[in-house]
């Protein structure tokens, strides 16, 4: 099964870029509007510098919350933080259209990362791309060769999926109950953030108009 068959969108990270949405939606360029157009409207000085702590200065990326949450809003959705002091399986997640998890940066040198877990109600199959390290024998070189190459196949059932872009192919956690054990394990060994992402009130009062 090749990637470009599977059903799931699944974007691989580039740069520090691991704030796009999964999905078409954003490009680099937008990104780089949305953190611009924060900083315009609450530029942050110190002294004779002028920086903009919405994204890495040099371009690549590293967008923080406030661009996220305006780029969600921008698609009508809103963004709501867990309470760290509840734990995750008291979390209601009946209006949740998808979950992100913010990992902090446990000392200076190390980027903090995003990414997206899902649920799909569907059965599934999609192509398990093998991980790739060093002095591992020659795996697809270039993203093209990647896209075309033929993967053994798996079958899933409905449930949550890791849509993580560092990961090789989405992978599948499984149940709600799944789903609190991960989050939970990831707590224990990162400084997280989980965050529920929303239909906007907007978005429902049009839903509602058009029915």
Not at 2 to 28: D, M, N
Not at 74 to 79: K, S
Not at 176 to 182: E, K, S, V
């Amino acid at each position: 099964m090749k990637l470009r068959e599977s059903p799931i969108y699944h974007e691989r990270q580039s740069f520090w870029l691991c704030a796009k949405l999964q999905g078409e939606v954003y490009t680099h360029a937008d990104l780089e509007r949305i953190a611009k157009y924060l900083y315009e409207q609450q530029p942050e000085q110190s002294g004779w510098l002028r920086f903009n702590s919405h994204k890495n200065f040099l371009g690549f990326g590293y967008y923080d919350v406030n661009v996220v949450a305006a780029a969600l809003q921008e698609q009508q959705y809103d963004l709501l933080w867990h309470d760290r002091r509840t734990g995750i399986e008291e979390a209601d997640l009946s209006g949740c259209t998808g979950i992100i998890v913010h990992i902090q940066p446990d000392w200076f040198f190390r980027r903090g990362h995003w990414f997206a877990i899902k649920y799909l109600d569907q059965n599934l199959t999609v192509p398990v791309v093998p991980t790739t390290y060093v002095g591992q024998p020659r795996a697809a070189r270039s993203e093209e060769e990647r896209e075309e190459r033929e993967y053994e196949s798996k079958s899933f059932e409905p449930g949550f999926w890791n849509l993580d872009s560092k990961l090789p192919h989405p992978e599948h956690i499984g149940d709600r109950d799944m789903l609190n054990a991960f989050l939970k394990k990831l707590e224990k060994k990162n400084r997280v953030h989980v965050l529920f992402v929303t239909p906007s009130n907007d978005r429902n009062s049009s839903s509602q108009a058009s029915v």
